[in-house]
Structure formats: structure tokens, C-alpha cells
């Protein structure tokens, strides 16, 4: 199976002539056929080539809705398609890390998923897309691969009324991921900081680093999900330090050090 390109109709029109239906083309098979013959007796699964010859293109052509869908929702970027960096920093080292060492080289799909479970509608395109990656790469389920890339038609590829639907819930997965996004930043930046100020007494005894240090480490063990990264852990000492309603208290902090 295969593309041929025309530079105009009536050569295209010849071309189809020059095949008429069933015929043979090389070692491929034309259409109709039997079954039997179709699946034939190479010693590979009958139900895998059955799979593999009818039931996998319907999924390959929502791909690039999918792709688009995850990188308009902050998901994955829109050049190569990888991971962001944000998702990767939500997740945390530790994560990635048993997420890499359980699923092998489809890891990125399960981690993808688990962030679009967290912050965006099940029902949304984001979400849609993330589960029929899963399902086709790591958990191998047809079945419900199958279901969601209708799904997925439906929303992005029927009507106009359809497609402006799909739109407006792109957009609003985006906004409520990024308000959400927003939100647990300060949460746990609210977090940090009153671990600091639980520390003020060390002030002067021990470096303001090492303060830093340990209220990240007790804020690490009081909430499961605190980002453990250090690239976040380096951003959120330079929030606290340049953002308000932060930046005051820190200071108030840290006062005996000016």
C-alpha cells in the first residue's frame, strides 16, 4: 500500500485504469481477496496481520491532531514533539525515573498521560490524545484505542459546530491547566516559606543557603507531590526572593544578614 502523485487528472485517471481491482502488483496483494489469503501462511499471527492491515489506519490519521492537541496544551513541544520541561518538572526526577525504569522506552506516553489525568478534562482533546499514545504504545489495548480515536473524529474532524467545540475546549484545557499550574506554584511557595520562617531562629548561625536547603528538604517530606527538581527548587528561591508577597517576608527573614 502505498501514495502515487499526478501532475494532472487525466494521468491520474490512467493510472487507476492501468490497475483495475484485485489485480497483483509485485509480491503485494490487490483488493478484494479472502481473508485467508490475505493473512496467508507465513507462520506470522492471523490476528496481528488482520490488526496491522485494518485496523491501525484510523488511528495513524488522528496522530497529528493528537500531536497538535498536546502541544497547544503545554503538554509536548511543537517542534520535535518531546516532553516539556514544565510536564517533566511537575512529574519530579524521582518519578521520571521509575517512569523510565518500568516502561522502558515508551515512558514519555505514560508521563504525558499522568499530566493530562491531572490537570485537564478527561473528556478533552489533551486528554483523549494522551490516553490513545498510552494505549497503543504501552498498555498494547486495540480495543480502546480503537473507541478513542472515534472519540477523537468526532471532536476534531466531524461538523463545524463539532470542530469550534474542539477549539474552545483546547483553549480551555490550556487556561485551566495553566490557572491549576499557577495555583500549586503558590501553594508551594506559601509552603517553603513558612518552612523559612520556621528556621528564622538559625539565621546568623548557619548560611542562608543551608536554610534554603533544609526548608526544601521539610517541605519535600511534608508534601508528597513538591517538585523535587533542582532547576525547580533554584527557581523557587529566586520567586521568593523577587516576588511579592514572598519577597517582604524573606527579607523580614533574613534581616540580620543586611
Known amino acids: 500500500m502505498g501514495l502515487s ?13 492501468s490497475m483495475p481491482v484485485g489485480m497483483t502488483y509485485g509480491d ?25 492491515m485494518f485496523g491501525s489506519g484510523d488511528h495513524d490519521a488522528v496522530h497529528f491532531v493528537c500531536y497538535e492537541a498536546l502541544a497547544e496544551a503545554g503538554v509536548i513541544s511543537k517542534k520535535d514533539y518531546t516532553t516539556l520541561p ?26 504525558q498521560f499522568e499530566f493530562c ?7 478533552s482533546l489533551a486528554s483523549l490524545s494522551a490516553k490513545l499514545f498510552l494505549s497503543q504504545f504501552v498498555t498494547n489495548d486495540d480495543f480502546t484505542a480503537g473507541y478513542v480515536t472515534k472519540e ?3 471532536i476534531s474532524g466531524g461538523t463545524e459546530a463539532a470542530a469550534f467545540l474542539a477549539a474552545n ?36 548561625l548557619i548560611s542562608e ?15 508528597l507531590d513538591f517538585p523535587k527538581s533542582r532547576k525547580t527548587h533554584a527557581d523557587y528561591g529566586t520567586a521568593l526572593r523577587s ?9 523580614a527573614v533574613f534581616r540580620k544578614n543586611a
Not at 483488493?31 to 496481520?49: C, H, N, Q, S, Y
Not at 512529574?91 to 515512558?107: I, P, S
Not at 483546547?170 to 518552612?195: F, P, T, Y
Not at 514572598?246 to 527579607?251: D, G, L, M, Q
Request: glycine letters at 8%; a negative charge.
Open 5 to 17: 502523485y499526478f501532475a494532472t487528472e487525466e494521468a491520474a485517471e490512467a493510472a487507476v485504469a
Open 28 to 52: 503485494h496483494f490487490g483488493f478484494p481477496k479472502r481473508i485467508k489469503e490475505i493473512v496467508g501462511t507465513g507462520g506470522l499471527d492471523p490476528a496481528a496481520m488482520l490488526s496491522y
Open 86 to 111: 514544565s510536564v517533566l518538572d511537575w512529574l519530579g526526577d524521582d518519578h521520571v525515573a521509575w517512569m523510565r525504569n518500568t516502561f522502558g522506552e515508551n515512558w514519555s506516553a505514560v508521563a
Open 117 to 123: 489525568l491531572n490537570h485537564f478534562p478527561d473528556s
Open 152 to 154: 477523537i473524529e468526532a
Open 169 to 204: 475546549t483546547r483553549i480551555k484545557a490550556g487556561e485551566a491547566g495553566a490557572r491549576a499550574s499557577r495555583d500549586r506554584r503558590l501553594q508551594n511557595l506559601e509552603l517553603l516559606m513558612q518552612e523559612i520562617e520556621q528556621l528564622s531562629g538559625a539565621v546568623g
Open 209 to 223: 543557603e543551608r536554610i534554603i536547603e533544609q526548608a526544601l528538604e521539610k517541605s519535600v517530606e511534608k508534601q
Open 243 to 251: 516576588e511579592e508577597p514572598f519577597k517582604s517576608r524573606y527579607e
